[in-house]
């Protein structure tokens, strides 16, 4: 195992530049990054179908493999050798970039989570803000798939995303203030490593808006209206078939994974957990999947919002609350 | 700061790179007979698409665009308030609470003014 030292020597006695040795290790990590993203989704999914059959007292996925484990390996084989169908009067390079962009959004935005002490691609000081500010570019991708594939139930379901996004992005940002101030630092890190009690406890409000707002973003049920099936067919993504469905898929994965993994790291004490230190990502891993098993949960348990509900939900009750909880954190500190 | 860029960089590049390998296989892999039919957009019921899904239809939210761009500049503007507040002391507070107060006072306004309101 080379040390950075080790590396630096030897890029300066062979005549590397700097810049080519950094690129090559961001090279390495993201497709680690990457490869983790993809055994990730596949999980989720498998997961998925598992605990939508478990609260429908179905079994699920049970025949390829055993009880279904490889059932998403068959999905992705299917869906790769799927026609990929261009509508006639698509845009065709908006059409084309869309499930880009939003794959990229959600990718990208993983770079600052840390998932045990050190274990972490780029820890950005500014990583909270980034991690906001990065996954929610994927709109873009969204109203560019409405826009771009000519069809009224897309174009529907982009503009209720558009409308979605601009109604949470604020509480969803607002909220976070009070943690924030507590640990004195926007780097993830220091975030976790200032919680010696769990930020849910100092912040019950702040988490509440926060895991409220954060399915909000990603699009999940109860918030899912840019792709209503019973109204809108299928939102945003009725024209897509094939490898760039797959990939609107993998998007909202990711996010999904983002954001739990990021309510982890706010509020839950990230990696820390009893046990030796070399036992923290576990922590983390098994922490993030609970949080996304209690956004199945809400998944199943609740019905749908309608669009002026989530408006008014996010600007009348939760953006108050958000400043509300500014407000007692600061006195509550002051004193 | 550097070494952010470029790893940022690469983390978009690699991302591009992956989409487009992926497309491309499937692109090798996929069977392709377009038919009229198939390359009709999706509506319910009709065989043909009537009418032009790009027309102007009434926004209700653009107000709250609107205001979503007051409350991210807000956003903006407390973070780095929050990241040295317990070094400021109590006259900072007192500002943000002056500060956010003003912001409440016009969504409130807009409120009662029933903008909020989805007609």
Redesign the interface.
Known sequence: MLTSGQLLEFANTNGIPI?VL??SI??L???A??AICGLGVIVLVYMERKVAADFQLRWGPMHVGWRGTLQLIADAIK????????????DPWIFRLA??VM??AA??GL?VIPIGPKLV??D?NIG??YALAIPSIGVAGIIMAG?G???????LGS?RS??QM??Y??PR??SI??V??IA???KLSAIVNAQSVWYVFLQPIGFVVFLVASLAEINRVPFDLPETESEL?NGYH??YS???F??FLFAEYIAMMAASALTVVLFLGGWHGPGPAYLAPLWFLIKVFAVIYVMMWVRWTLPRFR??QV??LG??VL??LA?LN??IT?II??L | M???I???N???I???A???I??G???L??????SEA???????GNIHVT?D??IQFK???YI??L??VI??VE??F??PW?????SL??FA?IE??IF?AIL?LG?FYA?RKGV?K?V
Not at chain 1, 149 to 155: C, D, Q, T, V, W
Not at chain 2, 29 to 34: D, E, G, I, S
Not at chain 2, 38 to 44: D, G, I, M, T
């Open positions: 810049w950094d690129a961001a090279l990590l993201s497709l990054v990457f869906l790769i050798s799927k026609e990929d169908i261009f509508p006639k009067n698509a499930p880009t794959f990229l990718f990208v770079m691609v780029q950005l909270l803000i826009f594939s000519y069809n009224k139930y897309a174009m503009m558009a409308a601009v109604s992005e604020v940002a607002l203030i009070g924030v101030m004195g630092s926007a067919v009725t024209e094939g490898m760039r797959m990939f669009i002026d408006m008014d600007w009348k953006l108050p400043l500014i407000l600061g500190m002051l | 550097i070494t952010e470029i790893y940022f690469v983390f978009v690699l991302g591009a992956i989409v487009a992926a497309i296989l499937s692109k892999l996929a069977t392709r007979k377009p198939k390359l009709e957009v999706y509506e319910c009418g899904p790009r926004i209700h939210y709250f665009a205001l979503l409350f991210d956003m903006i407390v973070f929050a990241v040295v507040f317990k002391g109590f507070f943000m609470v956010i409440m969504l409120w909020m989805w």
